[in-house]
Nanobody
Framework: VQLQASGGGLVQTGGSLRLSCVAP??????????IAWFRQAPGKEREAISC????????YYANSVKGRFTISKESAKNTVYLQMNRLRPEDTAVYYC??????????????????WGQGTQVTVSS
């Protein structure tokens, strides 16, 4: 199972981008799965930034993006979006989406996710 992340690019500080995570032909019920966005900047560890849980649709954000990023889901298209507003240079990273079955609130742990996308580069210029 391969997720497809797209929508990255180069944007100026304060700008916006919308990332998409598509799961074509997902073999399970897409709505049962939590879909998360992670990012990894050069020389830094991978960071969980947002998640929309399966089932109850509970949404989580890292403090670093709360109030600026919005995660949403379009179930009919097996797609999750990450709307990123008021971007900052420190948001520059490769962004990945991941799918997994969450059984608690540890949405930020990468081992919770079984399926990953290939990543999309986001670069925010100052």
């Amino acid at each position: 199972v391969q997720l497809q992340a797209s929508g990255g690019g180069l944007v100026q500080t304060g700008g916006s981008l919308r990332l998409s995570c598509v799961a074509p032909g997902f073999p399970y019920d897409f709505d049962d799965y939590a879909i998360a966005w992670f990012r990894q900047a050069p020389g830094k560890e991978r960071e969980a930034i947002s998640c929309i849980n399966g089932g109850d649709g509970k949404i989580y954000y890292a403090n670093s993006v709360k109030g600026r990023f919005t995660i949403s889901k379009e179930s009919a298209k097996n797609t999750v979006y990450l709307q990123m507003n008021r971007l900052r240079p420190e948001d520059t990273a490769v962004y990945y989406c991941a799918a997994g079955l969450l059984y608690g609130d540890s949405w930020y742990m990468d081992f919770e996710y079984d399926y990953w996308g290939q990543g999309t580069q986001v670069t925010v210029s100052s």
